[in-house]
């Protein structure tokens, strides 16, 4: 399983058709802007199934989990601001990750009370709780026209046939060469010469499309309890006394009987929007996010 080495990075999503109108001429359709072509034909072909908006950008976020390894992924967290124009409801869902529930104040200090050096950034203490899965399943769930396995469809088939690296992303892995030479699974996937691939390479991903399914199958059980959950748990366990002061399961799971619990109970919750007017025009933003205990 593949674990994202900047989970506070989320994707950036914006929609527009299911929208509250704006000024000038109504567009002829929808209208799906992402940070990769892949993603967007992956919302747009959710809307033609007849989903809507949000629908759109559930599979927009899952797509980009994909093909945008190096900024966006299920081990993180995401933020979508949301409008549903039949009520003029608006409300923004945040599913921020949070820290472990074994988290504590010095987990980044040695025994001697100092700093470790990239623990934070880097290795199973840098992990928090991904909030990125319950959010696409609560929008799916609660605003959604489709069912979660039909948003995801679109991801679960970038993640098993492959896609097309490309510049940036090859710029991206280069510039975190030397974490990933620490993770032999990543890179079996993404460096396979030992080396970031060429654009054009095609990037298969056959670990990710199962954790996909899995969540696509069993909504938030299929990443937060079972078999996905006890591999996070192994995955994110460190046992080396210096890192973890001896105390068995790592952070993430907390004990020895964490993987037969939730890793979290709380993946996601709302902050509301804030309604703000700009140069005569009325913005709804999101609230400030934050990550940390909660």
Not at 74 to 79: E, M, Q, V
Not at 177 to 204: C, E, H, N, W, Y
Not at 207 to 227: I, M, P, S, V
């Amino acid at each position: 399983m593949r674990r994202v080495s900047q989970p506070w990075i989320w994707p950036l999503v914006w929609l527009v058709g299911c929208c509250a109108a704006v000024a000038g001429p109504r567009p002829e359709g929808p209208a799906v802007a992402s940070a990769h072509p892949l993603a967007t034909e992956a919302g747009l072909s959710i809307m033609a199934e007849g989903g809507n908006a949000f629908d759109a950008a559930v599979a927009v976020s899952a797509a980009l989990s994909v093909v945008e390894p190096y900024g966006s992924g299920l081990g993180g967290g995401g933020f979508w601001l949301l409008h549903r124009a039949s009520d003029n409801f608006t409300t923004m869902v945040d599913g921020r990750e949070v820290a472990p529930g074994a988290a504590h104040e010095d987990m980044y200090l040695d025994a001697d009370g100092n700093p470790m050096t990239g623990a934070s950034m880097n290795g199973p203490l840098a992990a928090g709780i991904p909030g990125l899965p319950a959010g696409l399943v609560y929008m799916a769930k609660n605003y959604g026209r489709l069912p979660l396995a039909r948003s995801l469809a679109p991801a679960i088939r970038y993640a098993e046939e492959g896609f097309p690296a490309y510049t940036r992303m090859t710029v991206g892995l280069r510039f975190r060469t030397d974490t990933f030479a620490k993770s032999p699974a990543a890179m079996a996937v993404f460096m396979p010469d030992g080396k970031p691939p060429t654009p054009g390479t095609l990037i298969r991903q056959p670990d990710l499309a199962t954790t996909l399914r899995a969540l696509a199958k069993r909504g938030f059980d299929g990443f937060y309890r079972g078999e996905v959950a006890r591999r996070l748990v192994r995955g994110g366990a460190c046992r080396r006394r210096h890192l973890d002061r001896g105390r068995p399961g790592g952070l993430l799971g907390g004990g020895a009987s964490a993987s037969d619990r939730p890793l979290s109970e709380r993946g996601y919750h709302h902050r509301g929007a804030a309604f703000i007017r700009r140069r005569g025009h009325h913005q709804y933003v999101q609230h400030a996010g934050g990550t940390g205990f909660r």
